[in-house]
């Protein structure tokens, strides 16, 4: 019986234990966010001489590591390495960390990351979690479905139907909005969310246009339907209160359109 | 399905570049979680007061805790606490922090099955209690966990799957990207992930039983 | 300090991945423990051909991800995540109870079955009477263990979207941009599982060992 009571206690004081682990954590967390390396994150980069970004790995067309090359490749990509070139001098001066719609945030907030460049959506609540530049792409949430679907736009999103989505990502969140009666179902990145379409897993899947037409581009048997039913402005995120960095990345923004150099990057990746 | 298609050359060395660094990952972990484990489970068996209660607490925590949950809190939680890692590391640091804490209670419970009376023994006989720890009861605790610490290897190569969530590039990982190209390739490329993870472990526990079968 | 809030404005959602989990567990429970204890008497049937099916089920399952098995059930076979989740974690969970349960079997001297046998009783009321009895006490402790595993395991439904409790977790988390608290309270979910299931193994053990 002693010995039982002693389990019962070895419990109680392991959840207490996590409480306050989860409590110091929190702390640091707090601190962590206004410390002097946010104040000076343009600096640090060009002490370091190099920029780490955070990139998609999965997105074709704008961030996707190709399996036959092992590079990553795509719009975002371009568009780092030419910023990456305004800021520290060089296009090869970067390093590129894949992240996911549910792990970028932290990963900035975290440090990990200097920047976002990673088909992200300008939003008023994000706008709350990081600093964003000026928007760098114009996308619109959209569906795609196989081709011969019955789903011709979102209207058909009826009770009963399922919608694909990532986890993280806007269009989770708005398409529970616009299309209230239809069950989402979330992954972890967009490989998955696209297999389990194919796998009949669901009727549509949707996200940002762009990242879309990266999809059928991939598999034709797969079209985009109904046009688009948001206004998804692409912008790059920084952590919150680094004005400097984010002042630097819309001069290599500006400079970049100015020179034609973005419509080049442009009309190589998006086909319309 | 389309297993040629499927198995390209360029897409088995993907694949295989997946694995090579699940292997990597799982064999570094294991390293460290064996030093970690081992520490934890001598202090845990030497009952050294307030210590070994902590410990216990912790190893309970981590035990009774899904090492899916692991890999995500250590991913986010680490750099909270100033660690920066990569996302290797990071995978390397929540797998070994799991894979210690089941070595400890391996470690423990085998320097628990040396009878007593062989430490009563050797103590009697003028040995201090680490020189006992050294030399009598080490040896041949080790000699009996050296199976469990096999198997557990085992289950760690598999559990680097898990890592997938925080998009370490491994095996599962590459797999996905590949077979997120075609229908056609999804049940042939699990098909081949599964032999692969197979045809090591089996290996590995090819290996554990021999040892065990020797040790008889 | 950690922030109540997140607990208790998400607490519905939190409320509807716990149940899904514990579903999801108890099913593949009940599973896991009828095929495992299939495969184990396959494995000592005196019937080669059964004899081999057993053992290549065994080694195979034991030696690759569960998630490579969830996945083939979710993308491969097309279930739908929280049954693909289920059915994987019965799959992989029933070759450790198997194995968990030939040993308990085998633990058992072989004099007594001959003995049994040799008054008369067929094979399978030796099995049922005389041999199961006495392993089961044996395979309590790690059986307990296999379903201590099998509800931690449960947390790949999150992965196909399985609705469970790491699924709603990852949803929370992403609508609210809090990773650490959310997390935090995850873990106290699952341990309010498993804290009782180690418990109550612990205490077997200890009262199976007095027993004896």
């Not at chain 1, 070895?10 to 954590?25: R, T, W």
């Not at chain 3, 439904?157 to 990852?170: F, Q």
Request: with cysteine; glycine share 6%; charged share 20%.
């Amino acid at each position: 019986m002693l010995k039982k009571k002693s389990f019962f206690k070895l419990a109680l004081v392991s959840m207490v234990a996590v409480l306050i682990l989860a409590a110091c954590g929190s702390k640091e967390e707090k601190t962590s966010g206004s410390g002097e390396e946010s104040k000076n994150a343009l600096e640090q980069i060009k002490d370091r001489d190099k920029i780490i970004i955070g990139v998609k790995h999965d997105t074709r067309l704008f961030g996707l590591k190709n399996p036959s090359t092992g590079e990553v490749e795509g719009f975002d990509i371009d568009i780092a390495r030419q910023l990456a070139k305004e800021i520290v001098g060089d296009e090869n001066k970067i390093e590129f960390k894949e992240v996911t719609s549910k792990t970028r945030i932290p990963l900035l907030n975290n440090g990990d990351i200097d920047a976002i460049v990673a088909t992200m959506t300008i939003t008023e609540e994000r706008k709350k979690e990081v600093d964003f530049t000026d928007v760098y792409f114009e996308a619109g949430q959209s569906l795609l479905v196989k081709k011969g679907s019955k789903i011709k736009s979102i209207e058909d999103l009826k009770k009963g139907t399922k919608v694909l989505a990532v986890k993280g990502s806007t269009s989770a969140i708005n398409i529970r909005e616009k299309a209230p009666e239809a069950t989402v179902l979330e992954f972890e990145n967009y490989a998955e969310a696209f297999t389990a379409l194919k796998s009949k897993q669901g009727d549509a899947l949707t996200t940002d246009d762009a990242i879309l037409y990266g999809m059928a581009d991939e598999d034709p048997s797969y079209e985009l339907v109904g046009g688009t039913f948001t206004e998804e402005p692409y912008g790059i995120a920084v952590k919150k209160g680094n004005t400097e960095l984010v002042d630097a990345l819309n001069d290599g923004l500006k400079k970049l359109r100015d020179s034609g150099k973005y419509d080049e990057i442009h009309d190589k990746w998006i086909k319309e | 399905m389309d297993f040629a298609g499927a198995l390209s050359p360029d897409h088995l060395t993907f694949l295989l570049e997946g694995f090579w660094v699940t292997v990597k990952v799982a064999f570094i972990s294991i390293i460290l979680s064996f030093l970690i484990g081992g520490i934890v489970g001598i202090l845990r068996y030497a009952s050294i007061p307030v210590v070994s209660q902590v410990l216990a607490v912790l190893v309970e925590t981590i035990r009774n805790l899904p090492l899916l949950l692991i890999i995500f809190f250590t991913y986010f939680a680490l750099p909270e606490i100033g660690i920066k890692l990569d996302i290797m590391y990071a995978a390397i640091a929540a797998l070994t922090l799991f894979e210690s804490a089941m070595l400890s209670e391996i470690i423990r419970s085998g320097l628990k099955s040396i009878e007593k009376g062989q430490i009563e023994a050797a103590r009697s006989s003028g040995l201090t209690y680490v020189q006992t720890l050294n030399h009598i009861i080490l040896p041949q605790a080790l000699k009996r966990m050296v199976p469990p610490i096999v198997s557990q290897f085992i289950s760690l190569l598999k559990d680097t799957s898990l890592a997938v969530i925080i998009a370490l590039p491994d095996l599962m990982h590459n797999a996905q990207i590949v077979y997120a190209q075609k229908d056609a390739y999804i049940i042939p490329i699990i098909f081949t992930v599964a032999l692969m993870y197979f045809i090591v472990n089996y290996c590995l526990s090819l290996i554990a039983r021999r040892l065990e079968i020797k040790q008889a | 300090m950690l922030d109540f809030t997140i607990l208790t404005e998400n607490f519905d959602i939190y409320l509807e991945g716990y149940k899904t989990t514990i579903i999801a567990s108890l099913i593949a429970l009940v599973a896991s423990f009828l095929l495992g204890t299939l495969i184990a008497v396959f494995r000592i049937a005196p019937f080669k051909p059964l004899n081999w099916l057993g053992t290549v089920y065994v080694e195979f399952i034991r030696n690759i991800p569960l998630l490579v098995i969830v996945f083939f059930f979710f993308f491969g076979l097309r279930f739908s995540g929280p049954v693909a989740g289920a059915t994987g974690l019965t799959i992989y969970t029933a070759a450790f109870i198997a194995e968990a349960i030939r040993a308990g079997i085998l633990s058992v001297p072989k004099g007594q079955m001959e003995a049994a046998r040799s008054s008369g009783l067929t094979y399978g009321q030796t099995m049922r009477l005389i041999i199961l009895p006495q392993a089961i006490k044996i395979v309590i402790p790690p059986l307990g263990n296999q379903f201590i595993n099998l509800v931690k395991n449960s947390s790949i439904l999150g992965v196909v979207a399985g609705l469970d409790l790491m699924y709603h977790a990852d949803l929370i988390s992403s609508r609210t941009y809090v990773t650490f608290d959310v997390y935090i309270f995850v873990a106290l979910f699952y341990l309010s599982l498993t804290i009782p299931l180690s418990l109550g193994v612990g205490y077997m053990e200890k009262r199976l060992a007095k027993s004896n």
